[in-house]
């Protein structure tokens, strides 16, 4: 089993800044690739940011969202700077996992509520 525990997710005013964490565990070789998505309400799913063989930024977060990784402690952060309305979403950690059986497969976290109030 691997699992993935996402924290940080808040209420912050515009302008603010929040971080958030996912850490991965369970049966895990190896870890391709960890990155965020977002969904807010009545919208798609999005992507906001990956880092495996490179680091890639949806258009709209450039500048002011910075994905990093502690492969040590198989965590993700998201440093989420110069918030704004528009980034209200509920934030989701996502990881391409290699599991120690040899399956590859890709896992979710449970969500983190990010609010940002004008």
């Known amino acids: 089993q691997v699992q993935l525990v996402e924290s940080g997710g808040g209420l912050v005013q515009v302008g603010g800044s929040l971080r958030l964490s996912c850490a991965a565990s369970?049966?895990?070789?190896?870890?391709?690739?960890m990155g965020w998505y977002r969904q807010a309400p009545g919208k798609q799913r999005e992507l906001v940011a990956v880092s495996g063989g490179s680091t890639n930024y949806a258009n709209s977060v450039k500048g002011r969202f910075t994905i990093s990784r502690d492969n040590a402690k198989n965590t993700v952060y998201l440093q989420m700077n110069s918030l704004k309305p528009e980034d209200t979403a509920v934030y989701y950690c996502n990881a391409d996992i290699t599991r120690v059986s040899g399956i590859r497969l890709t896992y979710w976290g449970q969500g983190t509520q990010v609010t940002v109030s004008s």
């Open positions: 369970g049966s895990i070789f190896s870890i391709n690739a």
